[in-house]
């Protein structure tokens, strides 16, 4: 079996190439990275078709004013200029999995020379995605179109001319279901945790910390985990923030300045703590100071933060369209509440800072249920069983 992989960027498709490299099964990579940095995941140069001009017109662009960000969204074209590019190196295999929206014209040149395509997709269907954002920024009179018009067009197009979609998890697959997918056509397989890189250490206080990790944005729903620890205002009490600042996130954090800080300062000194971004391999240390992390997203696939934090030992509360049903069992590894309650997840929190040997508990058992099950061997066994399921099936 030989498999190629396309990715712009990153994301969870290296650790999919990772773990066909490690079966022998990788035939090609081809990604926007340069190869010096994919060789740091272990994937050699000459599995590597390295496109540069989609990383360099991606951050180009994220470097630019906000004034003229807002001015023109070049999501497509940068989308499309990758896939142009890996198209035309992407090289034979029996199976060609590529990340969406940048898949097309890959996808079509690999079923001509007979290849199964799977379209890799790590949200909801493009469609639900791009209503329930709209939504929320609409509540918040902020007027957007969350996609390009023509991205939704082309991923649904790839929905349409794939052999499969991989997804991974329920609340993403009911969003398909919906959307008239065929059930037989979705491959369905969690995520996991490098627990080389994700794995507890002492705790150095008692504060009650709750952490959350990923981009400062509505999408994520900081603004709801911001309100409700705020009313809350348990003593002895903070709230981390670790990740990306998005200026739409800007009023809430405003809102609630009196209690919020820059970097770990002074004890006692703002009970809101933004840390910024953090390298992934430190990102244990922090989980590690944490008593609960909660994640409110509005919608996702299945964050990964998830299975890193309780990989830590943490608890997770999460709403239901994170993915968290996959992998958090609720009351046992942590909770899992309604998007926007603002009022569930104050309920939750307070339960667990009442309670902090359930709470610990619960961190105990969502440690032990990833690393007993979510891992990324876990997720490259489940990939490969299903890789091995329909070439069986294509070859009848």
């Not at 939704?152 to 790839?158: C, Q, R, S």
């Not at 923030?241 to 800080?261: M, V, W």
Request: aromatic content about 12%.
């Amino acid at each position: 079996m030989k498999v190629a992989v396309t990715v712009p960027g990153r994301f969870w498709l290296f650790y999919l190439a990772q773990q066909l490299l490690k079966r022998g099964y990788l035939e090609q990579l081809i990604t926007s990275y340069p190869k010096f940095e994919v060789k740091k995941y272990g994937i050699p140069k000459e599995k590597v078709s390295s496109i540069l001009i989609k990383e360099i017109l991606f951050r180009g662009w994220h470097g630019l004013p906000g004034f003229l960000r807002n001015a023109y969204n070049p999501q497509y074209f940068i989308q499309e200029t990758f896939d142009y590019f890996a198209c035309r190196a992407l090289r034979k295999a029996d199976i060609v999995a590529g990340g969406s929206s940048s898949f097309l014209r890959t996808l079509r040149k690999a079923k001509k020379f007979g290849a199964i395509t799977i379209v890799e997709h790590g949200s909801s269907h493009i469609v639900y995605q791009n209503n329930i954002l709209k939504e929320e920024y609409e509540r918040f009179g902020i007027k957007v179109e969350p996609v390009h018009q023509k991205v939704i067009e082309k991923e649904v197009k790839e929905y349409e001319e794939a052999d499969y979609i991989a997804i991974p998890s329920f609340f993403v697959k009911k969003t398909f279901l919906e959307k008239g997918i065929p059930e037989s056509k979705i491959i369905h397989v969690p995520y996991g945790a490098d627990l080389s890189q994700f794995h507890q250490i002492p705790k150095t206080d008692n504060v009650f910390r709750v952490i959350f990790a990923g981009g400062m944005s509505l999408r994520k729903g900081v603004h709801y985990l911001l309100q409700a620890f705020s009313e809350l205002n348990l003593p002895n009490s903070e709230l981390m923030l670790i990740g990306s600042f998005n200026d739409e996130i800007k009023p809430f954090f405003k809102k609630y300045a009196t209690a919020f800080r820059r970097g770990p300062a002074e004890s006692g000194k703002g009970k809101i703590i933004w840390m910024g971004h953090i390298q992934q391999k430190e990102l244990h240390k922090y989980y590690s100071q944490g008593s609960v992390f909660a994640i409110m997203s509005i919608e996702e696939g299945l964050a990964l933060v998830q299975p890193q934090a309780m990989a830590c030992g943490l608890p997770i509360i999460a709403t239901t369209n994170t993915g968290a049903e996959d992998i958090v069992r609720d009351g046992q590894d942590g909770f899992i509440i309604p998007i926007r309650d603002i009022e569930a997840l104050k309920t939750k929190l307070l339960y667990l800072y009442e309670n902090r040997d359930i709470c610990k508990k619960m961190g105990e058992s969502a440690k032990a249920r990833v690393s007993s099950g979510f891992t990324w061997d876990d997720y490259g066994n489940r990939m490969v069983s299903e890789y091995e399921r329909i070439l069986a099936k294509n070859a009848l």
